[in-house]
Antibody, heavy 119, light 108 residues
Framework: EVQLVESGGDLVQPGGSLRLSCAAS????????MHWVRQAPRKGLEWVSGISWNSGTIYNVDSVKGRFTISRDNAKNSLYLQMNSLRPEDTAFYYC????????????WGQGTLVTVSS | EIVLTQSPGTLSLSPGERATLSCRAS???????LAWYQHKPGQAPRLLIY???NRATGVPDRFSGSGSGTDFTLTLSRLEPEDFAVYYC?????????FGQGTKLEIK
């Protein structure tokens, strides 16, 4: 059974940092692209960042460029999102998702982890 | 960036009725790389349709997708109580892989 489990969400002050993790199991992790998607309170889904199977292709949405860094460790079956210079508008549930290729549909999702940016 | 506009914002229907959800793209979605997801509160989003018209594994055949270019449709032929949720379209033909703003399907 495919499982994606996010962790690392927390309450953090504006300007602070946080590192999210996503532990994958039940599939061949290093054959899949991975993504982070967020949902702010009372808002829709927003794709934040994506990374190809070998980290050769990485993309971040404009609102997080220069602040967030996506990475993966295929040996640990794990995906990460380093979040720096956090802003109140980054408050959201953060989901990790997998796709068979970088330009692919998101076939599996985690349950999400909550990031709250507030003083 | 490809902007996806979903309509209507909210759809109020009764179980057993037919639901038609629309997703319009600001430019052509190459290779019909468009998906539909169902999202319920407190749950992970669930893939329903990929490549515009292919049902994901385990998705009931009352869900169907159609369209190409800039206009796409998700149809639920006969609504079941568990179908009431928020539905999102997403294109993955170009980065960023944008989502529509969602259509809330609510019980009338």
């Amino acid at each position: 059974e495919v499982q994606l489990v996010e962790s690392g969400g927390d309450l953090v002050q504006p300007g602070g940092s946080l590192r999210l993790s996503c532990a994958a199991s039940g599939f061949t992790f290093d054959e899949y692209a991975m993504h982070w998607v967020r949902q702010a309170p009372r808002k829709g889904l927003e794709w934040v960042s994506g990374i190809s199977w070998n980290s050769g292709t990485i993309y971040n949405v404009d609102s997080v460029k220069g602040r967030f860094t996506i990475s993966r460790d295929n040996a640990k079956n794990s995906l990460y999102l380093q979040m720096n210079s956090l802003r109140p508008e980054d408050t959201a549930f953060y989901y990790c998702a997998s796709s068979g290729s970088y330009y692919g549909h998101f076939d599996s999702w985690g349950q999400g982890t909550l990031v709250t940016v507030s003083s | 960036e490809i902007v996806l506009t979903q309509s209507p914002g909210t759809l109020s229907l009764s179980p057993g009725e037919r639901a038609t959800l629309s997703c319009r793209a600001s430019q052509s979605v190459l290779s019909s790389y468009l998906a539909w997801y169902q999202h319920k509160p407190g749950q992970a989003p669930r893939l329903l349709i990929y490549d515009a018209s292919n049902r994901a594994t385990g998705v009931p055949d009352r869900f169907s997708g159609s369209g190409s270019g800039t206009d796409f449709t998700l149809t639920l032929s006969r609504l079941e109580p568990e179908d009431f949720a928020v539905y999102y379209c997403q294109q993955y033909s170009r980065s960023p892989h944008t989502f529509g703003q969602g259509t809330k399907l609510e019980i009338k």
